[in-house]
């Protein structure tokens, strides 16, 4: 039995290929361990396949999948945080020592933006990566206004963690 690649399917790879940097960068700041980084990469790559046919180019297709990427995200992490849990892990949210914290910039800049809401995560997210405030507006599905003020308290929240991740 031999196989054979569509053009639309070979043109779906080399697109995956070329912004796989977008979901590992997303799945790696929404996911906590690495089992969660590998079915939440598995979900994203099969949603954008079945979203594929209806990808049109109206956008660049490094917009369009950072939407699917963050509506997959957050469908996940909404279905995930249905379990019931027997403990609270707020007791020993405390116990954590700050020599767990990262010790390289980058690391350190990924655990504070994974301590972000969801929202403002994808926000600082995207401007990281160059998005315009219009373009990640477009979509979060938000003013670009309410855009600019949440990227600004995003900024002043990680600066202040970031200030005191340093102090350690």
């Avoid at 070979?10 to 089992?35: C, H, M, P, S």
């Avoid at 002043?156 to 963690?161: G, T, Y």
Wanted: aromatic content about 12%; charged content about 25%.
């Amino acid at each position: 039995m031999t196989y054979s690649v569509s053009v639309s399917e070979t043109e779906f790879l080399q697109q995956i290929r070329e912004n796989q940097g977008i979901i590992y960068k997303l799945v790696g700041i929404y996911a906590a361990d690495a089992e969660e980084k590998k079915d939440l990469y598995q979900e994203i790559l099969l949603n954008t396949w079945k979203s594929w046919p209806s990808y049109r180019g109206d956008a660049k297709f490094s917009t369009w999948l950072y939407r699917i990427c963050l509506n997959t995200i957050f469908t996940y992490k909404r279905r995930s945080n249905r379990i019931d849990y027997k403990e609270s892990l707020d007791q020993y949210a405390q116990v954590v020592d700050s020599n767990a914290a990262p010790k390289d910039e980058a690391e350190q800049l990924r655990y504070a933006i994974r301590t972000l809401k969801e929202t403002d995560r994808a926000i600082i997210s995207m401007h990281l990566d160059g998005y315009e405030n219009a373009e990640i507006a477009d979509i979060i599905g938000i003013s670009i206004n309410h855009v600019a003020v949440k990227l600004y308290r995003s900024k002043q929240q990680l600066s202040n963690l970031l200030k005191k991740q340093n102090e350690y």
